[in-house]
């Protein structure tokens, strides 16, 4: 069985919405604290995962508020995600074809992540088995530790992600095989569209050149 083990923020959904949820979530679970007249540290006044962390392990009724706030934020941006439902399932659907992938299971230390793959459409994709969320203070460790742990059950496991360097670490420190996004939906693209920006993880408008795709599954 060949697994694919794909990373959510900057992969299957693009890092400036997941970052622009965050920020929105942790202020409105910040103002929801307030109204019950919770202080704040000044500290943790402004979103970074850190704080993130830090709310949720000194005050546990802020994980709950986070979550729902995310959720809302998401909805509202329910236009722009439809083209990220498509180009998940066709980067999905473009690994089965190209790496004859028989399982996937998301990585992530995104905390909304179960959130986000069920509105992008991940979650109900047939091959997806597992959403799996680290904690993310280790990044690299806490990933390369699951990845290492999978490859016990599966005759070959890849990793796709965004980071070329943490990222790439994490397949090294792993002994799997490491997919860069960029360069898959590069090979998945006409040239002449440029339909990916390097820079700003923005996904595209254009429509997938799929002419050398054959998806079997």
């Known amino acids: 069985m060949y697994l694919a083990v794909v990373d959510l923020d900057g992969t299957l959904i693009s890092s400036k919405i997941t970052r622009d949820a965050s920020v929105y979530a942790y202020e409105k679970g910040l103002q929801k604290l307030r109204e019950l ?19 949720i392990r000194v005050y546990p009724q802020f994980e709950m508020i986070y979550l729902t706030e995310y ?9 722009e995600l439809r083209e990220h439902q498509r180009r998940a399932k066709n980067i999905l659907g473009a690994l089965i074809s190209i790496y004859m992938v028989d399982e996937f299971k998301i990585l992530t230390a ?28 280790n990044y690299v460790e806490e990933k390369a530790a699951v990845i290492q742990k999978l490859k016990e059950k599966y005759e070959k496991v890849i990793y796709i992600a965004d980071c070329p360097i943490n990222d790439a670490e994490i397949a090294r420190r792993s002994n799997v095989e490491f997919i860069n996004i960029k360069d898959l939906l590069i090979t998945l693209y006409s040239i002449e569209t440029r339909p990916y920006d390097l820079l700003k993880s923005k996904f595209s408008e254009y429509p997938l050149n799929t002419k050398n795709l054959n998806i079997v599954r």
Do not use: C, H, W
């Open 110 to 137: 995104n905390r909304a992540a179960m959130e986000i793959s069920k509105i992008i459409g991940v979650a109900d994709f047939p091959l997806v088995k597992d959403i799996i969320i680290v904690p993310g203070i």
């Open 37 to 55: 007249e919770i202080n704040i540290p000044e500290e943790l006044k402004n979103y970074t995962f850190a704080n993130l962390n830090k709310m």
């Open 71 to 79: 959720k809302n934020y998401l909805r509202q941006k329910i236009d």
